[in-house]
């Protein structure tokens, strides 16, 4: 055999080294996504990646998409989807997949939760071998198993080389690899992290490796590198040329009869808006020509091309239906003529329309097997793919949308062109995935995972379970079962911006809403951006006027599927009620971000008023003006006490987050979240903590308990419903460095003016209250200094909220004087009047004062230590550090001049001495 060249040689040994030494490594460490380390959508933190593989996984409210930047990556990410069992990116912000630290120990992403038996290697430059493997991989575990040809072993003399054997390909997925055409010697790096990982990895229950195609498609070196990774057995199946190969696996298939048992379809009619498809012996196929009639057929074989083929992978995976090939002409290819002669075939499926495969080849092919033929076929290939979807899956529209709740679809692109068809190489390993996803779950585990229906602000968060996979009947009713529990796959042009005709026609009349829905609702926008009442639609989704919607599972990058194709088909498996957009990335305001063009410097964030943003302190925000929360739910002691409490807050302004679902506090991209905050769950979108929901910006203003690290960077991240993700916000939390008062100020006599803080005009008003204290009995502690406060001042202004919902605010100016010098700064936030009191509470920033300037010079830099690009929460324009404010102020008699105050703030210092 040819060598290939010394480039290539290197090339793959260097891929080789990469590959064990990123098995090895936290993938946080060297495989955090681009995305991550700025805004957008991320994937779990486990998956490998370098510049060799960056395999994602993104969400979409009813949709996800798995994909990598080439097919091999794709199709990494495909195997990787597989095995998930978690609920990430739609049930929990945690991309450290419940603590996993390698992808080894990881599985918390969303997925089938399937540990595949056997794997599928083939090449990846043509698209033949891949479809007619795709019948190889079995769906439900209850195949009679391909009858294969050993090539290698790791146990050569119990495990004979030459030997023949029943392979177990459960849940086998199809890893794509370059071909010998291409000079390669050995496993691309993508399929070999995912082989790796279903055999010693996160699954390793992998023990066979089955390579489709001969040697000039899969090199020959691959068979022993598979026997050095960990598989036993090595199987070969190929031929001369590549209706050859998928002559081969058919007969390796072989075919069967209808069982006696089984007469007809175990669900007998779809009329009732079920369709439950069921594995009765391999290549008995369950054929609906309408919703409420369906019939088995026996001993059957597939003609296609090997594009039209693609779209098919699904059912014949489930059904473990053999696929012969066709290239289009108006001969029948030798091999495939010799297969139909010595297979024992009944029936005999056509794909695509007579320009793919000619009438006449279609009734030679059907003389020669003895076999009754039908044909499939819509007026291309995308009306092809949503006619296999009724034919093969029962997806019949009844135009009423319950019929199809929680079902799902798989969306694929293929390019119509057949000389130089695009799309199709992210599509290779959709047919053994979404068969996968057809087949029944075991009882025992609750394949489910949550979405978010609905605004974040909604009324009442519409929170919906979703099964992944269809449920066996033993399963628990805790999980729904999707109404049509086949998951066909639908075809789109490549690249478009949006849905072919038939598809979109498909999915329109498909999931149709229900009057009652609709009117529960208040109608669907003709803008396509949702429900009229977004609020509502989540109500009546959980009340169950309107059908929980549906999934759609996407192959492929913006490439291929682009967002607005995604968008729309998510927003059409809802019946038309979520908006049909690609979601928001959410926001978290830090008082500073990394700079536009160079994320290594950090700048002033634009969005950042005065430097409020998101803060830590140990001062008691006590529930009145702030919403107090820890990991578990809301605090509901809301006793003032003292304002100092010692316990750890992670505080947010209001504005300074929007779009998030979860705030997630983290000290390191590997490691798993300190606390994750649902703010849905909590209510943050729902009402102030008074109960009062004010506007403009609904995201309410409150705080996290949470225990801070001193010895490492502690970051927080917003991240939205569907796994999108902010840009990381530093907060310094460092007790060695913490400004704070022993204890609080109290001060009487204000020099006041403008509006009597008693009384409340209906257009609004300020009250300016500036107050005086002389030897207050507390000290102030500057790290590493302490000194007594001689003389504290604090002035405040309080705004009125004019117009409809609109917060009362404040903002104050401090300072203390010490025998070491001053201490200043600024503080902004918000005010309730509560029982003839004002609650102030908000965010301070040190700003100057001669015992700042000799401790920690002139002006600060940029906190040290920290993650390159992290935006830094708590700093003003020239401030030392960031914290709380805490202010009580007791209205007496008539107008201002007799009221008192209560006060306190504290800070951690952004610089060392």
């Not at 290779?428 to 609750?446: D, I, K, Q």
């Not at 008062?741 to 204000?750: C, I, K, Q, S, Y």
């Amino acid at each position: 055999m040819k060598r290939p060249p010394r480039r290539a040689r290197w090339v793959a040994a260097l891929a080789a080294v990469l590959t064990a030494a990123s098995l090895l490594a936290v993938p946080g460490a060297g495989g955090q996504s681009v995305a991550e380390e700025g805004e957008g959508p991320a994937s779990p933190r486990q998956w490998p990646e370098s510049f060799l593989a960056q395999p994602e996984l993104e969400a979409w409210p009813n949709a996800v998409r798995m994909w990598g930047p080439d097919r091999h990556q794709t199709a990494l990410a495909v195997s990787l989807t597989l095995r998930g069992s978690g609920g990430y990116p739609f049930d929990t912000a945690d991309a450290t997949s419940g603590g996993g630290r390698s992808l080894g120990s990881a599985d918390g992403w969303w997925g089938l939760e399937l540990c595949p038996r056997s794997i599928i290697v083939v090449a990846s430059d043509v698209p033949a071998d891949a479809v007619t493997a795709a019948s190889l991989s079995d769906s439900t575990g209850r195949s009679s198993e391909p009858y294969l040809r050993r090539v290698a072993a790791s146990d050569p003399l119990f495990d004979p080389i030459g030997g023949f054997a029943r392979v177990d390909t459960f849940a086998a997925p199809i890893l794509l690899t370059e071909s010998t055409r291409d000079d390669a010697d050995s496993l691309n790096h993508a399929a070999r992290l995912a082989a790796q990982d279903l055999r010693t990895g996160g699954c390793n229950a992998a023990r066979q490796a089955i390579i489709v195609g001969g040697p000039a498609a899969v090199p020959v070196e691959i068979e022993q590198e598979l026997v050095s990774i960990g598989y036993g057995e090595v199987f070969r199946v190929s031929g001369e040329t590549r209706f050859g190969t998928a002559a081969a696996v058919a007969q390796s298939l072989g075919t069967r009869s209808i069982p006696r048992s089984a007469a007809r379809c175990k669900d007998v009619t779809a009329s009732d808006g079920n369709a439950v498809p069921a594995f009765y012996a391999n290549s008995v196929v369950e054929w609906r020509e309408r919703a409420s009639k369906c019939e088995l057929l026996g001993r059957t074989v597939v003609l296609a091309t090997s594009l039209d083929a693609l779209a098919a992978g699904w059912w014949t995976s489930y059904w473990q239906v053999p696929v012969l090939l066709h290239d289009g002409s108006d001969v029948l290819p030798e091999e495939t003529a010799v297969a139909l002669s010595l297979l024992d075939v009944e029936n005999l499926i056509v794909l695509g329309d007579t320009s793919q495969v000619p009438e006449a080849v279609a009734g030679l092919a059907a003389q020669i097997a003895g076999a009754e033929m039908r044909r499939v076929a819509g007026a291309d290939r995308y009306e092809t793919s949503v006619e296999m979807a009724k034919i093969f899956g029962g997806w019949w529209p009844t135009r009423t949308g319950d019929h199809f709740a929680r079902s799902s679809v798989c969306l694929a692109a293929l390019s119509d062109e057949s000389q130089r068809a695009q799309g199709w190489p992210d599509a290779l390993g959709a047919g053994a995935f979404c068969g996968a996803a057809t087949a029944p779950s075991p009882a025992t585990v609750p394949y489910a995972t949550e979405r978010l229906v609905g605004p974040l602000d909604a009324a009442e968060p519409g929170l919906v379970a979703l099964a992944r996979r269809p449920s066996s009947a033993a399963h628990s009713t805790a999980v729904p079962r999707p109404s049509h529990a086949a998951v066909p796959m639908l075809l789109v042009p490549a690249g478009a911006d949006e849905l072919p005709a038939p598809v979109e026609k498909f999915l329109r009349d498909t999931f149709v809403v229900g009057r009652q829905c609709s009117q529960a609702v208040g109608g669907i926008e003709t803008d396509g951006s949702g429900a009229g009442d977004g609020g509502a639609y989540a109500a009546a989704v959980n009340s169950g006027q309107c059908f929980a919607p549906g999934m759609v599972l996407a192959f492929g990058g913006e490439a291929v599927i682009t967002a607005e194709v995604l968008a729309q088909a998510s927003a059409l498996v809802s019946g038309r009620l979520t908006p049909d957009a690609e979601p928001e990335v959410p926001v978290l305001v830090g008082a500073y971000a990394p700079h536009h063009d160079d994320p290594d410097r950090i700048e002033k964030a634009p969005a950042a008023k005065r430097g409020v943003g998101a803060f830590a302190s140990k001062l008691r925000f006590d529930g009145t003006v702030f919403h107090q929360a820890n990991a578990d739910g809301a605090i509901t002691d809301g006793g003032r006490g003292s304002l100092g409490s010692g316990q750890d807050w992670l505080c947010f302004p209001r504005g300074t987050y929007d779009g998030a679902r979860w705030l997630v506090v983290e000290t390191s991209p590997d490691k798993a979240p300190v606390l994750e905050a649902d703010l849905t769950a909590l209510g943050w979108y729902t009402g102030d903590a008074d109960g009062v929901r004010r506007r403009p910006r609904p995201a309410s203003p409150g705080c996290v308990a949470v225990e801070l690290s001193e010895a490492d960077s502690n970051y927080v991240r917003a991240v939205g419903p569907y796994g999108r993700t902010s840009r990381a916000v530093a907060v310094a939390a460092n007790a060695n460095r913490q400004f704070r008062l022993t204890d609080v100020v109290e001060a009487a006599d204000p020099v006041s003016s403008g509006v009597p803080s008693g009384e409340h005009p209906p257009t609004g008003g300020t009250t300016r209250l500036a107050f005086r204290s002389r030897d207050p009995g507390v000290f102030s502690q500057l790290p590493p200094r302490r000194q007594q406060v001689r003389e504290a001042f604090v002035s405040v202004e309080i705004v009125r909220g004019f117009g409809a919902g609109a917060p009362d605010v404040f903002s104050a100016l401090w300072s203390l004087e010490t025998a070491a010098g001053t201490v200043s700064g600024i503080a902004e936030g918000e005010a309730r009047f509560v029982d003839s009191r004002w609650e102030l509470r908000g965010m301070s920033a040190l700003r100057s004062g001669s015992w700042l300037r000799a401790l920690y010079g002139s002006r600060p830099s940029e906190p040290s230590g920290l993650e390159s690009g992290a935006a830094v929460a708590g700093l003003a324009d020239d401030g030392y550090g960031a914290g709380g404010f805490m202010a009580t102020v007791a209205v007496n008699d008539i107008g201002s001049d007799d009221d008192t105050i209560v006060w306190r703030v504290d800070a951690y210092i952004n610089a060392a001495p």
